[in-house]
């Protein structure tokens, strides 16, 4: 079975600080990798996928990600955060065939502090 | 830029009535999807529907679930007699060629 690991429950970085959000995930076979981000109140809006090729990806919002299939993670990074990133992140990962459904991580919450 | 659609915003309801979720999805998106989330939990998947017939459902969707595509532009969530339980936010996804799902702004439910 799919799984995502999350391990921070909640970060705090200063503004302008750089950012790492960690995720790990369990699949069977090739995965799909996505990252979300769900402000207070929000709804879930992508900031990037990983399906195939460069094992980074570039994303909304200055954010980034890298793929390592022998850590079997998928990390967010982002070099400066501003107090607008202050969210809950979400990583997640998906099925190659067709209608898969996603599995999510728990969540990071991120707090900004000026 | 098209997006995902959802109505209600909010929903309180009594324990036992039945309620019904509607989502537009994106016009040209074959796969769509719900999920829920509990407040201070993970989302989880609820069901996949393609072609007009459910494609996968989780342990969670139950007989008092269901879903329809009424029409070309709508998909929904009922719940026919829901359950303290109940209570969370959903969310209606759709799903690009390009493998992606989008998803929309939820609908809070809350059953009293």
């Known amino acids: 079975a799919q799984s995502v690991t999350q391990p921070d429950i909640h970060i705090t970085v200063s503004e302008g600080a750089s950012l790492e959000l960690r995720c790990n995930y369990s699949y069977g076979a090739t995965p799909y990798l996505f990252w979300y981000v769900q402000s207070p109140g929000q709804g879930l809006q992508l900031l990037l996928k990983?399906?195939?090729?460069?094992?980074l990806v570039q994303g909304i919002k200055g954010f980034e990600a890298e793929f390592k299939r022998s850590q079997s993670s998928f990390n967010l990074r982002k070099p400066s955060v501003h107090w607008s990133d202050a969210a809950e992140y979400f990583c997640a990962v998906g099925g190659i065939f067709g209608n898969e459904k996603l599995t999510f991580g728990t969540g990071t919450r991120l707090t900004i502090i000026p | 830029e098209p997006e995902v659609t959802q109505t209600p915003s909010h929903q309180v309801t009594q324990m036992g009535q039945e309620v019904i979720l509607r989502c537009v999805p994106i016009s040209n998106h074959l796969y769509f999807y719900w999920y829920r989330q509990i407040l201070g939990q993970k989302v989880e998947f609820l069901v996949s529907?393609?072609?007009?017939?459910?494609?996968?459902k989780s342990e969670i969707f139950d007989d008092q679930f269901s879903v329809e595509r009424p029409d070309g532009s709508n998909f929904t969530l009922k719940i026919r007699s829901t359950k303290l339980e109940d209570s969370a936010m959903y969310f209606c996804?759709?799903?690009?060629?390009?493998?992606?799902?989008?998803f929309g702004p939820g609908t809070r439910l809350l059953v009293l």
């Open positions: 996804a759709s799903r690009d060629l390009q493998e992606t799902q989008y």
């Open positions: 990983y399906f195939s090729g460069d094992t």
């Open positions: 529907f393609y072609n007009n017939e459910i494609s996968e």
